[in-house]
């Protein structure tokens, strides 16, 4: 059982985890319920200096739409974060006893 000593040592132990999660290119449905949205907006409300800036086009980005985001990304996503959220809990379980 992982026993805090020193108060910097919750931020130390986190941090391998995240970073393997994301060197995995894994994706997290609360962080896509930010980003992708995000871009929604910027595609449907950029003026045209925002495209000329970075040279290119709201139509260079067809499949960026809120159908595609739901059931192509959320929903997918959401029960795999589900599912590996499941299997990591279970697995830190000792003895019957959770932490």
């Not at 449907?44 to 800036?53: C, H």
């Amino acid at each position: 059982m992982l026993r805090r000593e020193q108060p910097s040592t919750g931020s130390l132990t986190i941090v391998p985890p995240i970073a393997a999660f994301v060197a995995a290119g894994f994706e997290h449905s609360i962080a896509n319920v930010y980003f992708i949205p995000m871009g929604l907006f910027i595609k449907a409300g950029a003026p045209e200096s925002f495209w000329s800036s970075i040279g290119k086009t709201a139509a260079d980005f067809p499949e960026l739409t809120w159908g595609n985001f739901f059931v192509g990304n959320l929903l997918p996503v959401t029960i795999g974060n589900m599912i590996g959220g499941s299997v990591m809990v279970l697995s830190i379980c000792e003895n019957g006893e959770f932490f």
